[in-house]
């Protein structure tokens, strides 16, 4: 494949097409090696495990189970989705890893659904990323944080607003500049709070269980009491729980700094999904036990009820756990995602100062930046919140057009290497499950998923405007800027090849 040239224009000229296999050399970390600037290979196998369950546990465990539980319509019902909801993920990760492994670069979803489909929908996977899931998610994961960090200031009201919005703002400023510095301190910040949180939750199943132990089983007597059987409730249970444990794709987005990424990335998803699923599960035990269905119906934040109750003067631990959670989860978000809108430029499909690479630290400095203003701006933004009703079937919809890139690819390119292939009735039952639930979110959320489809469909008019067939001017002034960067930033282009 041509050396990327990110500085020549608009568009560097990178092709979507497989790579060949790289030698399985966990060494060749260095970006000094070679001729050119590029990532350097800095993630082992704990940090990758660490990568997903971090981003993967974020806020939704301990604020929002109980969307699950509302379209169940009961606990033990509840219980079994979040078990499927489990499975299914370690099917779409498994899904993932063959995908990972047989395409080795950088990117995720944006990687495959090019490879397999053409660069059309691949931008505007691209385009929705960046227009909503990526920098909506993670302001309000920033504002999550911020809100349940003060709550121990102003514990019988809801902290003033411009408090919430600058500690958001200030916590996205501090990691965008640890992700700018060094890819170790990122590793260790998510190694850290990825324990912080698991510890947390493991209080919460020592509590749930010292109650159970005392004799209080009353909320197990009728586990199934209430159950919904229609298919679009089971449908939106599914899109909760799933929601819970999105994430679990995010190491695909850094696989060219993964080390020996042929084998540290199926075996990270594969220690990685099964803790996940057991601690969801006995989590919602200790919810369930303490809990009535009521309870947590009513309440806005499940483990800060739960901690009210159960906990006592100690009880400021769930809050400050939610906190802790919510600045680990945003870590790797910020992390990984950035890698998604590099790659992008390095393609052609965003400004090329955005593939820059940093020549001291060998990080993508100016996307990290890039992220970090526009998910600042959305921090001010009144009715943030409701942007993510209108993306979950996105997200559901192109993760089932990367699977389908899967299956299309065994049929177009049979002979291509593949390290890790998984069994056929794995992407197929992954593919059947999502179509399920993008067809039941259309009878279900029609003005949702409506708002979703026009969304993706405005980037087509942006991407023959922009991309396709750019005006001068446009060009230029990416140019300028890009050389803008190239000296303020003191970076180069990124000049990873494939031999």
């Given at each position: ?6 500085s ?10 497989v ?23 800095q993630?082992g ?25 509302k ?16 499975v299914?993920s ?8 063959e ?9 995720g ?14 931008f ?11 920098p ?14 003060l ?21 996205i ?19 850290i ?7 947390a ?6 509590a ?5 132990l ?19 409730y089971?449908?939106?249970?599914f ?18 700094e993964?080390?020996?990424?042929y ?56 809050p400050?756990?939610?906190?802790c ?25 965003l ?16 996307s ?5 203003v ?7 933004i009144?009715?943030?919140?409701v942007l993510?009703?209108?993306?979950s079937?996105?997200?559901?919809l ?5 699977v ?9 390119q ?8 998984v069994s ?5 039952i992954y ?8 067809i ?10 409506g ?49």
């Amino acid at each position: 494949m041509a050396r990327v040239q990110a500085s020549d224009s608009l568009i560097p000229r990178q092709v979507f097409e497989v790579p060949p296999a790289e030698p399985n050399n966990s060494t060749a970390d260095s970006g000094s090696q070679g001729s050119g600037v590029k990532l350097k290979k800095q993630i082992g196998l704990l940090d990758g495990v660490a990568i997903i369950v971090g981003v993967i546990v974020g806020s939704g465990i301990f604020v929002s189970p109980k969307g699950v539980l509302k379209f169940s319509g009961s606990i033990g019902q509840s219980l079994i989705v979040w078990v499927l909801c489990g499975v299914l993920s370690m099917v779409g990760a498994l899904c993932y890893a063959e995908l990972g492994t047989m395409i080795p670069k950088s990117g995720g979803d944006y990687a495959y659904i090019g490879i397999a489909f053409g660069p059309l929908p691949a931008f505007l996977y691209l385009w929705v990323a960046l227009l909503i899931l990526v920098p909506t998610g993670n302001a309000i994961t920033a504002l999550t944080f911020a809100q349940y960090l003060l709550k121990p200031f102003w514990p019988s009201c809801e902290a003033p607003i411009e408090a919430v919005q600058l500690l958001a703002a200030a916590m996205i400023c501090v990691l965008t500049v640890i992700n700018c510095y060094n890819v170790k301190w990122v590793t260790r910040v998510t190694d850290i709070f990825t324990g912080t949180k698991v510890l947390a939750l493991l209080v919460i199943v020592g509590a749930g269980v010292w109650w159970l132990l005392d004799g209080n089983t009353e909320h197990w007597d009728q586990p199934f009491s209430g159950s919904l059987q229609t298919p679009g409730y089971i449908a939106l249970a599914f899109y909760s729980g799933l929601f819970s444990y999105s994430g679990w794709n995010y190491l695909n987005f850094v696989t060219e700094e993964l080390k020996d990424p042929y084998r540290n990335l199926p075996k990270a998803i594969c220690i990685s999904m099964p803790v996940v699923t057991i601690i969801y599960m006995i989590t919602n035990i200790g919810y369930f036990s303490v809990l009535s269905p009521d309870e947590i119906l009513s309440s806005d934040a499940v483990a800060v009820t739960f901690g009210d109750k159960m906990l006592g003067y100690l009880s400021w631990i769930m809050p400050f756990a939610v906190a802790c959670s919510t600045f680990g989860s945003l870590n790797g978000a910020i992390f990984a995602s950035s890698r998604l809108f590099f790659v992008g430029a390095r393609n052609g499909h965003l400004p090329a100062a955005i593939s820059l690479i940093n020549v001291n630290c060998l990080t993508p400095v100016p996307s990290l930046i890039f992220l970090g203003v526009i998910t600042l701006l959305l921090l001010f933004i009144k009715d943030i919140y409701v942007l993510i009703n209108y993306v979950s079937y996105v997200e559901a919809l192109f993760t089932l057009i990367s699977v389908s890139g899967l299956l299309w690819l065994r049929y177009k390119q049979p002979k291509t290497e593949r390290p890790i292939k998984v069994s056929l009735a794995l992407p197929i039952i992954y593919l059947i499950v999502c179509l399920f639930l993008v067809i039941s979110s259309c009878s279900q959320s029609p003005y949702e998923v409506g708002i979703g489809t026009i969304i993706i469909l405005s980037g087509i008019p942006v991407y023959y405007l922009t991309i396709h067939n750019p005006v001068k001017w446009l060009a230029d002034t990416s140019q300028a800027i890009n050389l803008w960067c190239s000296k303020f930033f003191i970076c180069m282009p990124n000049q990873e090849k494939f031999d």
